[in-house]
């Protein structure tokens, strides 16, 4: 309750929750992006209708989540401003071209192309409405890109110089865009939005697969959607160790924390299942763990040595637990949604993806599965760097406006009742339109030019009709 009567906390708590809302989003629009552009290549390449059929029950959804995605993002811009001016001063150089680099590529490119992909299909050619799709495809990882660019020069600052005011200046802008832990995160990020949007996709198939097993859209969904969990759950668990490894080198402390390891230094740690950290008292009670298994992750060496949280000042470790337990989340989960692409893979070998009603039922409980491990990975990362908000070089309680606690816990009110309104309301829409059988919505139009009803209503009737 304490920390609840402190500015700083709440400030980090309402960027914690507008950026947590946030993230989802962009996180299924990087992936559904790519998904229509191969829907819509597949149905130019092989001619069959359902490809364009499917390709329409997720082009509304998309326009939707694309939509609140936009909003989200630029309610966060604002509290750069307002709660996090010190931050924006001192980092303003850097980071600003990165957002700006944003704005110029992503934003023009997606919103460019997005109107021909959303209304063209009947208006433009079928070469250039693939090639608008494909843009809009494009933009959204070019949009990755820059977010990640920024994030992880806060993790792992280079190429940068600090002025006589204390502001960071560029120094080297392809040693400040490609830092260290870039290249990790920019891919671990990416094949997570992939992963999020085929377990939404393979749930809505799944589901629509339990009422009737015959459903041709139903069908397509949901075998793209195992098969992109077939092959790249896998490819994400050896990225996400390529990131370990990095962040080992780079952020050790982190690590000692994911892993809820105290001791100062420790040969053939244990990888900890279960346990409570206790930052207090510098120890993980009621630890549960396999022998040596920690350090051959994290060093590829059965006695690799490992330090633990005591090699570093006690006011530089970050909030354990929740570091602990976030990563506990977000590790289970690409665990399971690996074992969902296995098991897909030998019904698959079998044919009887489309009949097994079990592994339906398990892809339709694991849909919300990417939404949670994105958000876990988040906080694990975002976390796991503090006491910093650029890692080693400013301090979180360094970087926040001189603001009090009435204007920030006021404005954290407003935040959660407009949020859970506005986006409620944009969310119960989308499980409405996913709810909604493939065919049922999104029908081609008649190729047969139709006159307008209300000059002669019973021609144009016949017209439709093709009588």
Partial sequence: MQALLDPVFLARLQFAFTVSFHIVFPAFTIGLASYLAVLEALWLWTKREVYIQVFRYWIKIFAVTFGMGVVSGLVM???FGTNWAVFSDRAGPVIGPLMGYEVLSAFFLEAGFLGVMLFGMQRVGKGLHF???AMVAFGTFISAFWILAVNSWMQTPAGYAIAPNGQFVPEDWFAVIFNPSFPYRLVH???AAYLTTAFVVGAVGAWHLLRDKTNAGARVMFSMAM???AIVAPIQIFAGDLHGLNTLQHQPAKIAAMEGHYEESIKGAPLYLFGLPDNEAGETKYAIGIPKLGSLILTHDWDGEMK???AFPREDWPPTPVVFWSFRIMVGLGMLMALVGLVSLVMRLGGRIYSNSLLHRAALVMGPSGFVAVLAGWVTTEVGRQPYT???LLRTADSVSPIGLPGVATSLIAFIIVYFIVFGAGIFY???LMA?????????EPETPMRAAGIMPGPAQQIAKGE
Avoid: D
């Avoid at 909604?436 to 081609?444: D, N, Q, R, S, Y």
């Fill in 308 to 310: 633990g949280l005591k």
């Fill in 390 to 392: 650029i890692y080693g």
């Fill in 436 to 444: 909604k059988t493939p065919g049922a919505i999104g029908k081609a």
């Fill in 131 to 133: 090639f608008a799709t």
């Fill in 77 to 79: 811009s604002y509290q």
């Fill in 227 to 229: 098969w992109m969990a």
């Fill in 430 to 432: 989308l499980l409405r």
């Fill in 189 to 191: 990020m990416v094949l």
